[in-house]
């Protein structure tokens, strides 16, 4: 029976990804970077392993941001007045970003000034991923 990864440490690897295929780094120089295989880094990105607190600063500092930009959103496991856990966004939109489809998306869509246009672009993906079939989140 294989263990689940832990919610904090996918979350981590999803932004450290996010921020890498940002900066158009491959696995391969993040890992030259770390002195690590690309191996070693897609398990770091999926989750699998965990990243140690040193390793981390030292993955921020080459991704060129805080150490806080991996963890901005993340599940916080602190729970609220009603007993629930702070809510992040959901897992979906982190895993949407951490692809290069949705980091380009998301890169030409802000540079949109036009809000009238942004609306219009909005309206037609939403009718064509109705057309996919209801939303199975």
């Known amino acids: 029976m294989s263990k689940a990864p832990n919610p904090v440490d996918k979350y981590v690897g999803s932004r450290v990804r996010m921020r890498r295929i940002m900066l158009g780094m491959s696995q391969e120089k993040l890992g030259e970077a770390l002195g690590l ?3 070693q880094v897609q398990k770091y990105e ?11 600063q030292q993955i921020a500092e080459i991704l060129q941001v805080p150490v806080s930009f991996l963890f901005e959103g993340g599940p916080s496991g602190v729970a609220g007045p009603d007993g629930f856990a702070e809510g992040a966004s959901p897992s979906y939109v982190s895993d949407f970003l951490a692809t290069s489809e949705g980091l ?28 996919e079939g209801p939303d199975k989140r």
Do not use: Y
Not at 47 to 56: D, F, K, L, M, P
């Open 104 to 131: 380009a998306l998301t890169k030409a869509f802000t540079r949109i000034t036009d809000s009238k246009m942004r609306r219009s672009i909005v309206d037609l993906v939403e009718q064509i991923a109705a057309r």
């Open 46 to 56: 999926k989750g699998t392993n965990r990243v140690g607190a040193s390793r981390i």
């Open 37 to 39: 295989t690309f191996q």
